[in-house]
T-cell receptor
Framework: EAGVAQSPRYKIIEKRQSVAFWCNPI?????LYWYQQILGQGPKLLIQ????????DSQLPKDRFSAERLKGVDSTLKIQPAKLEDSAVYLC??????????????FGSGTQLSVL | DQQVKQNSPSLSVQEGRISILNCDYT??????FLWYKKYPAEGPTFLIS?????DKNEDGRFTVFLNKSAKHLSLHIVPSQPGDSAVYFC??????????FGAGTRLFVKA
């Protein structure tokens, strides 16, 4: 079974530039998540999709971050314009339908973003 | 507002001994708890979970204990192996949604 695919693996940009990350979840997983992991901290949920609808985006900085999941499969996360504090690993995860809603997440390897 | 806290940034254990990783939470609505393991340059991988209706769950060398009254859970690894060296994240969710992670504990298992 193929895992969660993410690209690019690394990205270095200057502040005020824009950047986009791509994620393809495990086939059949309806729920897709984007997490931000700053060095020394745990992953923080940015946005959660159920199929192509947004379930939770309460911690997404909407003035600069946007995400979409067209057709309920793959997803893109965009930052425009980037700030120095956006330097982090951006993790995509997906989860299968679970009885009772208990979610076990399958993560991709992440995109390491450095904003200079 | 840290709802899931892992107060030990790192832990060093001798091979063959027990590793105990601790986690505290503040939100009484959390009813599902998980541990994830992360190697460098990889995403976290699921290790073991426990529902709030239980106080213990075991899977091979890994056991998770839940103390609801103390809002505390722990992961025991027995015996510890060098391949267990990784960062371990405690995570919790209310009603099975919106998983919240702790900051992680880096485990070193010395051969």
């Amino acid at each position: 079974e193929a895992g969660v695919a993410q690209s690019p693996r690394y990205k270095i940009i200057e502040k005020r530039q824009s950047v986009a990350f791509w994620c393809n979840p495990i086939s059949g997983h309806a729920t897709l998540y984007w997490y931000q992991q700053i060095l020394g901290q745990g992953p923080k949920l940015l946005i959660q999709f159920q199929n192509n609808g947004v379930v939770d985006d309460s911690q997404l900085p909407k003035d600069r971050f946007s995400a979409e999941r067209l057709k309920g499969v793959d997803s893109t996360l965009k930052i425009q314009p980037a700030k120095l504090e956006d330097s982090a690993v951006y993790l995509c995860a997906s989860s299968p339908p679970q009885a009772g809603g208990n979610e076990k997440l399958f993560f991709g390897s992440g995109t390491q973003l450095s904003v200079l | 507002d840290q709802q899931v806290k892992q107060n030990s940034p790192s832990l060093s254990v001798q091979e063959g001994r027990i590793s105990i990783l601790n986690c505290d939470y503040t939100n009484s609505m959390f009813d599902y708890f998980l541990w994830y393991k992360k190697y460098p340059a990889e995403g976290p991988t699921f290790l073991i979970s426990i529902s709030s209706i239980k106080d213990k769950n075991e899977d091979g060398r890994f056991t998770v204990f839940l103390n609801k009254s103390a809002k505390h859970l722990s992961l025991h690894i027995v015996p510890s192996q060098p391949g267990d060296s990784a960062v371990y994240f405690c995570a919790a969710s209310p009603g099975g949604f919106k998983t919240i992670f702790g900051a992680g504990t880096r485990l070193f298992v010395k051969a």
